[in-house]
């Protein structure tokens, strides 16, 4: 892309410059910082496109920072960290992380992630907004906003993408897999469990009684589709 800046949180200073390096190559710009404390501020003060986040910093954990930045704005993040099993992995997720990359990893790899994730935030254009039952639910791609019965919801980007990827097929039942790999853009393996995490949080956050839903609707055995009907 180029044009986007990155910051990057990371106590390790070889971490820090080698994925400076490998960022600033493609044209990023690039902030650095070795701290919770410095993210926050960095963070406040420069209102960078993406963040790359160490979970395992010398003075605020990374799950801190992380809901910090969350409560600032819906800035992608993508978690760098040591922690290899599902529950970190899910945990991150739950707290609004993009993307997830475990250490040791390929600068190449992360600059790919970084130019997926970025691309998903940017949003698809052109594209008329999309209404449901009645237009109680309206999703405008191109502005990336959700209104239901005329509120608004705050969705962070992944839950946005998966209800767009929903959305855009009504009554096709998705699979977990597809629908993993629609959100992040390419085969997330082992992380089908985070479109879970994301369809409870998209519940909560549309008003639907888990129980018994009225829009995002649970194939046993298969995945998710969006129940609603399209308004012509």
């Known amino acids: 892309m180029g044009t986007a800046t990155v910051l990057v949180v990371d106590d390790e200073r070889k971490i ?5 390096s490998y960022l600033e190559r493609e044209g990023y710009g690039v902030l650095v910082a070795d701290t919770g404390h410095r993210a926050l501020e960095a963070a ?3 209102q960078p496109d993406l963040v790359i986040l160490d979970l395992m910093l010398p003075d605020l954990p990374g799950e801190e920072v992380a809901r910090s930045l969350r409560a600032l704005s819906n ?3 993508i978690m760098l960290t040591a922690k290899s099993g599902e529950e970190d992995r899910v945990a ?6 993009d993307d997830y990359l475990v250490k040791p990893f390929s600068p190449r790899e992360l600059v790919a992630r970084v130019e997926a994730v970025l691309r998903r935030a940017a949003g698809p254009g052109g594209e008329a907004p999309l209404s449901f039952d009645g237009g109680r639910l309206r999703i405008d791609r191109e502005s990336r906003e959700v209104l239901v019965d ?12 998966l209800l767009v990827a929903l959305a855009s097929r009504p009554g096709r039942v998705f699979s977990r897999y ?4 629609r959100v992040q853009g390419y085969d997330y393996e082992g992380y089908e469990r985070a479109i879970d ?4 949080n998209l519940r909560r956050k549309l008003g639907e009684d888990p129980r018994d839903p009225r829009y995002l609707l649970t194939v046993t055995g298969v995945g998710y589709k969006l ?3 399209a308004d012509v």
């Open 150 to 161: 005329g509120a608004p919801v705050s969705l962070t980007r992944s839950e946005f993408d």
């Open 75 to 77: 800035v992608p993040i």
């Open 44 to 46: 406040s003060r420069a």
């Open 178 to 181: 597809e629908l993993v790999t």
């Open 197 to 200: 995490v994301h369809v409870k």
């Open 16 to 20: 820090r410059d080698l994925v400076r």
């Open 227 to 229: 129940g609603a009907k």
């Open 92 to 97: 991150g997720l739950k707290l609004g992380a």
